[in-house]
């Protein structure tokens, strides 16, 4: 059974940073790409990052470029999203998604459950 | 990265057919076959319905179909059941190597 368990969401002050990780398990994690998707309170969803199978191809949104980062370890099944700089606009529900190959084409066949990031003062 | 424009909302009543159209750009929808469609019901993680504008995941209702032409794709739920009442929301591949969503459609089985 394929499973995404994502962690490290909580409320952080604006300026501050927060590193989310995805624990991936009931697939070939190396095998697809990954990606980060949020959804504020009360709307739609967004994406925010995308990493190839290898890691070596990553791309963010203009919201979070260059404050964000996000990377993958093949070797721990796991994904992760580095936020800095954040905002209160970056409050939302953060979630994992596994691509439907091995590249990002905007297909996401599995969702964790997601993790809530709170940027409040 | 502008959104995907999709109606706010549709209705339809048991049985009937409703159609969601998710328009976009040559830079995205009508660029590429890389056209998903998720379901989510309130409080839940989104569910994966079409993906490359018409292929159905496994286990996913064949009352679930999808199309494209232009640069406007569109979801039509045929043989519509209380249980397909949620939201919905298409995405796309970008020519920035991104991917964009809709805005999303509240879905009401009357």
């Known amino acids: 059974e394929v499973q995404l368990l994502e962690s490290g969401g909580g409320l952080v002050q604006p300026g501050g940073s927060l590193r989310l990780s995805c624990a991936a398990s009931?697939?070939?994690?190396?095998?697809?790409?990954m990606s980060w998707v949020r959804q504020a309170p009360g709307k739609g969803l967004v994406w925010v990052s995308g990493?190839?199978?290898?890691?070596?191809?990553?791309n963010y949104a203009d919201s979070v470029k260059g404050r964000f980062t996000i990377s993958r370890d093949n070797s721990k099944n796991t994904l992760y999203l580095q936020m800095n700089s954040l905002r209160a606009d970056d409050t939302a529900v953060y979630y994992c998604?596994?691509?439907?190959?091995?590249?990002?084409?905007?297909?996401?066949?599995?969702w964790g459950q997601g993790t809530l990031v709170t940027v409040s003062s | 990265q502008s959104a995907l424009t999709q109606p706010a909302s549709v209705s339809g009543s048991p049985g009937q057919s409703i159609t969601i159209s998710c328009t976009g750009t040559s830079s995205d929808v009508g660029g590429y076959d890389y056209v998903s469609w998720y379901q989510q019901h309130p409080g839940k993680a989104p569910k994966l319905m079409i993906f490359d504008v018409s292929h159905r995941p496994s286990g996913v209702s064949n009352r679930f179909s999808g199309s494209k032409s232009g640069n406007t794709a569109s979801l039509t739920i045929s043989g519509l059941q209380a249980e397909d009442e949620a939201d919905y929301y298409c995405s796309s591949y970008t020519s920035t190597s991104t991917c964009v969503f809709g805005g999303g459609t509240k879905v009401t089985v009357l």
């Open positions: 009931g697939f070939t994690f190396s095998s697809y790409a």
């Open positions: 990493i190839n199978d290898s890691g070596g191809s990553t």
């Open positions: 998604a596994r691509g439907v190959r091995s590249y990002d084409s905007s297909g996401y066949s599995y």
